[in-house]
């Protein structure tokens, strides 16, 4: 198989995760960028939905991880998003999926940002 990607970027979320009780209450905002390995080349001859990866559903669940259940880690949203997409989605071959906190706060300090990103393959 190829290199043909799909990219989602710039996702943007509300989410309370984190482990700061103001995270928890106030939330913040989640910036989700998914990369997807897949071949495209039926879909591009065919110009059929139903031979690539819904954009829109790709979209729908990362949204309902982010603004679902709280949970701590930055990590584990990543990876829930991850596992989502390959459960749901059978010709992605390869997901990497990048979730960013815009503005992370460190005891009395602001910084510009943090982000985690987890690359997992179909098993």
Known sequence: MGEDRILLEGMVFHGYHGTLSAERELGQPFVV???????LREAGLTDDLNKTVDYGEVHRLSREIV????????????????AAILEHH???EEVRVKVAK???????TVLGGSAVEVVRERA
Do not use: F, K, S
Not at 67 to 82: F, S
């Open 102 to 108: 815009p503005h992370v706060r460190l005891e009395n």
């Open 90 to 92: 059978p010709r992605v």
């Open 33 to 39: 960028d998914v990369e997807m390995r897949c071949d």
């Open 67 to 82: 603004e679902g259940e709280p949970v701590n880690l930055t990590e584990t949203v990543a990876e829930r998003i991850a």
